[in-house]
């Protein structure tokens, strides 16, 4: 069976890394009976630039007629000063409204390797195995945002709305991901102050029967956020809304080290998924040859995992990421002061190798 992939390099190092994950995903093709099509579009600044507009019609249209996307990362200083329509990240979020990705997940997982690259003490990061299942189009951001002047000064408001049947389309996400995993679900709220986290946990309770094998705990968000330091591998998946999610995706992503290892997803209903790495465009260090492409060779590894459930063939791609870091592969961002340095096309190398 033929799988259509849209391929969106976008900006800076995206393109380098995205080439790197499509290796992969071309060595997985080889290694079964599966075919991958890749179809590539634009997206952000190279959108801008090439067709005036930073998610055109035909990259929309592209991802809609495919069964995954890949997206590399977008921005950059050149297209920093354009206007707010005009800008490259706006793509991201059209694309993301646009299909319907209303879940986030993100994996943080510890590679042995690299456990001294976590500013966290080893033994608290060294089983650290983590999705956070993030809300993505709901919550505060999504609210009514204003200002008015009362007896004069300004008031500012932002409203919280959350509905039963978004909290049940990604809860039933949270409960289908622990699944694949150990099992295991925290949702993590403020229940004592917040009615729509009160709504949040009655639902999240109600869904439980309907998953009698998963564990699932609730969490007040601020303690979430100190056992993420204190005790992280204590969580399996963290199921959250839109707000809290962003703050703690940030602070997890710091347990294990470089932004560069550190994948993502973001899925709908139905419809496609899209796979990217967390990191930027990083211009800084694009067109060199010297990124890390393990953070979108996972990424290709989730696009198998989440978007066509090929598991065997996703665990293989993790599995060949730890052989290529046991073998001693460092890009610039995870080397030792006195180790050696791959390059971007080395350690996709030495991935590809370490899966056949
Ligand atoms: P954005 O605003 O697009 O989310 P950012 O500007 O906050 O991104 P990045 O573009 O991710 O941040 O870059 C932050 C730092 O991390 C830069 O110094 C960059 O070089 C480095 N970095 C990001 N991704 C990688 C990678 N894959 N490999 C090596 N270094 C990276
Ligand atoms: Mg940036």
């Not at 709305?161 to 909290?167: A, D, F, G, H, P």
């Not at 729509?196 to 601020?222: A, G, Q």
């Not at 989730?302 to 459930?309: D, H, Q």
């Amino acid at each position: 069976m033929v799988k259509k992939i849209a391929v969106l390099p976008g900006d800076g190092i995206g393109p380098e890394v995205t080439e790197a994950a499509v290796h992969i995903l071309k060595a997985v093709a080889k290694n079964t009976n599966q075919q991958f099509e890749f179809h590539y579009g634009n997206i952000g600044g190279v959108a801008i630039d090439e067709e005036g507009d930073p998610f055109p019609s035909s990259t929309e249209e592209l991802c809609k007629s495919s069964d995954a996307v890949l997206l590399g990362a977008v921005g950059g200083p050149k297209w920093d000063q354009n206007e707010p329509a005009l800008r490259p990240e706006k793509g991201l979020l059209a694309m993301r409204k646009n299909l319907g990705l209303f879940a986030n997940l993100r994996p943080v997982k510890a590679y042995g390797p690299l456990l001294d690259s976590s500013p966290l003490k080893r033994e608290v990061v060294e089983d650290v195995d983590v999705l956070i299942m993030r809300e993505l189009t709901g919550g505060i951001y999504f609210g009514k945002h204003e200002r008015e002047q009362v007896n004069g000064e300004w008031q500012a408001l932002d409203t919280l709305t959350y509905s039963e049947s978004e909290i049940t389309r990604i809860a039933k996400k949270a409960f289908e991901a622990a699944k694949l995993r150990d099992q295991r679900v925290v949702s993590v709220d403020k229940a004592n102050v917040l009615e729509s986290s009160r709504l949040w946990r009655e639902v999240v309770d109600r869904m439980k029967t309907d998953y009698p094998d998963i564990t699932v705990e609730h969490m007040l968000v601020d303690n979430a956020a100190m056992q993420l330091i204190h005790g992280p591998s204590q969580f399996d998946v963290i199921l959250t809304e839109n707000m809290f999610g962003d703050i703690l995706s940030d602070e997890a992503s710091m347990l294990t080290g470089s932004l560069g290892l550190l994948p993502s997803a973001s899925l709908g209903d139905q419809g496609v998924g899209l796979f990217e790495p967390i990191h930027g465009s990083a211009p800084d260090i694009s067109g060199q040859n010297i990124a890390n492409p393990l953070a979108a060779i996972a990424s290709a590894a989730m696009l198998l995992k989440y978007g066509f459930e090929m598991e065997d063939e996703a665990k293989a791609i993790d599995d060949a990421i730890l052989k290529a870091l046991e073998a001693g592969y460092r890009t610039k961002d995870i080397a030792t002061e006195q180790g050696a340095v791959s390059t971007t096309t080395e350690m996709t190398e030495a991935v590809i190798k370490a899966l056949r």
